[in-house]
């Protein structure tokens, strides 16, 4: 079974600029999150979409959204990119239990180094 | 609010060292809590997950315990070896926010 896939590995932009990253999960997998990594700031939760519909969201601004496919899919977009944006951006998918728990492990790509200049 | 800490933040020991990293949630609504690696660059991988309703959870060389009580959880590590060096994080997934929220992560350095 093929791991979750992320594209581009590396990425090098500049203030102003927009991006959008690319994530496939494992197939099967219907629920795609989102996390930023920064060393000042650790792991933070960006969003997470289920079915096309984003579930959930982390406090991070307008700037940053994403979507989710009919195939599961998902692409996360940032405008305007800020010099505060270079992070690594992971992607995680899973398969949810009932009522939508995560009841086993996410599994995660291994993200897309975003560099601002 | 939803909480995690890590201590120590960075951990040096010799090869064939047991150890214990820990992890302290705020959640109390917590529905399972996962302890994942990461190697310098690359992304997590998963060690143990252990449910709400479990006190622990081992695979291999690794032991991880859950206490919902005190809001703790550690994972302890027999037998260190050089290739166990890695940032160990932990994460609550809390039932209520379905979001896993992580810690700052324990910087381990196993020394040959």
């Known amino acids: 079974k093929a791991g979750v896939t992320q594209t581009p590995r590396y990425l090098i932009k500049t203030r102003g600029q927009q991006v959008t990253l690319s994530c496939s999960p494992i197939?099967?997998?219907?629920?795609v999150s989102w996390y930023q990594q920064t060393p000042g700031q650790g792991l933070q939760f960006l969003f997470e979409y289920f079915s096309e519909t984003q579930r959930n969201k982390g406090n991070f601004p307008g700037r940053f959204s994403g979507r989710q496919f009919s195939n599961s899919r998902s692409e996360m977009n940032v405008s305007t990119l800020e010099l505060g944006d270079s992070a690594l951006y992971l992607c995680?998918?899973?398969?949810?239990?009932?009522?939508?728990?995560?009841?086993?492990?996410?599994?995660f790509g291994p993200g897309t180094r975003l560099l601002v200049l | 609010k939803q909480e995690v800490t890590q201590i120590p933040a960075a951990l040096s020991v010799p090869e064939g060292e047991n150890l214990v990293l820990n992890c302290s949630f705020t959640?109390?609504?917590?529905?399972?809590l996962q302890w994942f690696r990461q190697d310098p660059g690359k992304g997590l991988t998963s060690l143990l997950l252990i449910q709400s309703s479990q006190r622990e959870q081992t695979s291999g060389r690794l032991n991880a315990s859950l206490d919902k009580s005190s809001g703790r959880s550690t994972l302890y590590i027999a037998a260190s070896q050089p290739g166990d060096s890695a940032t160990y994080l932990c994460a609550d997934y809390g039932g209520a926010t379905n979001k896993l929220i992580f810690g700052t992560g324990t910087l381990l350095a196993v020394q040959p």
């Open positions: 995680a998918s899973s398969s949810l239990g009932l009522a939508g728990i995560l009841q086993e492990t996410q599994y």
């Open positions: 959640d109390s609504a917590i529905y399972n």
């Open positions: 197939s099967g997998h219907r629920s």
